[in-house]
């Protein structure tokens, strides 16, 4: 089986590096027929992480941006060049995660149970492990209701279990699931972009599935979209909404108009509710 890693990056030199090397630990250890070659994008990075990167791991295709990429963006600027090749298959990877020995390995034994099972390849979702609160940080989740769209993570059962959302800290897409709709969406700059890829495979009946296993390790460093709103200011907390590091509040409406289109209005108006009574909602909305 021939892979292509893809990732981006943003001056996070060591991160990546250690990323890159419990990739090739991996690889190193892995008793499969695995062949992969690694694309990274780096966007705009002034901490000399390109040129440590070539010089550590001199195969990389480096693709080289300006800064205004993002995640969603540079990985699809990392997966567009890797079409040019043939692969059996695609590895999202985020810079900031590190993966487990057993990676190649958990990914042959999900394909395998999904072909068995669903006749066909699909997207698997590696879970990692917070190694610092020790706990699930990303993997797949399963929607609970689509109205309020609430879901819940699903822990590694020791075989392959169907998902609806996935994170791409890690996330392996078959060369057939490109092949019937494409890479990740336009209209995404940073987050968002993995969740709408794995709803949009399970629209056109490709299979989305968690490893049996957790698969590496990331910090879970999201707080929450609003956690701190009332204490900016109003000028803030507009840049804050559309910040594609921040809520992102483009994507996230174009996401919730493409697969929750009845809850897309209510987003919209809390969202500028949250704006413009911070305080308010603190003390209405989010007591327990």
């Given amino acids: 089986m021939t892979i292509a890693v893809l990732l981006t990056c943003h001056n996070r030199k060591v991160k990546t590096i250690n990323c890159l090397n419990n990739l090739y630990r991996a690889y190193t250890k892995s008793n499969s027929s695995i062949e992969f070659d690694i694309y990274l994008t780096d ?60 990676v190649f390995s958990q990914i042959i034994e999900t394909n395998t149970f999904c072909i068995e ?54 996330m392996f897409v078959s060369n057939t699931v490109v092949e019937k709709v494409g890479i990740l969406s336009k209209g995404y700059i940073h987050g968002v972009a993995d969740y709408d890829y794995t709803l949009t495979c399970i629209k056109n009946k490709i299979p989305v599935l968690i490893t049996p296993d957790f698969c590496g390790e990331c910090v879970n460093d999201h707080k929450g979209l609003y956690h701190n ?56 909305f989010t007591k327990r």
């Avoid at 001199?58 to 692969?87: R, V």
């Fill in 43 to 102: 966007d705009g990075s002034t901490d000399g992480t390109a040129e440590e990167v070539k010089k550590q791991f001199p195969k990389t295709t480096i693709l080289k941006s300006d800064g205004s990429l993002f995640w969603a963006k540079g990985m699809n600027n990392s997966w567009k060049e890797a079409l040019k090749k043939n692969y059996d298959g695609y590895l999202l990877l985020n810079d900031d995660t590190n993966v487990y020995d057993n």
């Fill in 117 to 170: 099972t669903f006749k066909q390849s699909g997207v698997y979702v590696g879970t990692t492990i917070d190694p610092v609160k020790k706990k699930l940080s990303y993997g797949g989740s399963v929607l609970l209701n689509k109205f309020l769209y609430t879901f819940k993570k699903l822990k590694p059962s020791g075989t392959p279990q169907q998902c609806d959302l996935g994170n791409a800290n890690i």
């Fill in 229 to 284: 709103f009332h204490l900016k200011t109003f000028r803030e907390r507009i840049k804050h909404l559309y910040n594609p590091t921040g809520i992102a509040f483009k994507s996230r409406l174009l996401f919730m108009r493409k697969f929750f289109p009845y809850r897309y209005p209510i987003f919209y108006l809390m969202g500028w509710f949250k704006v413009l009574f911070p305080k308010f909602y603190m003390n209405q």
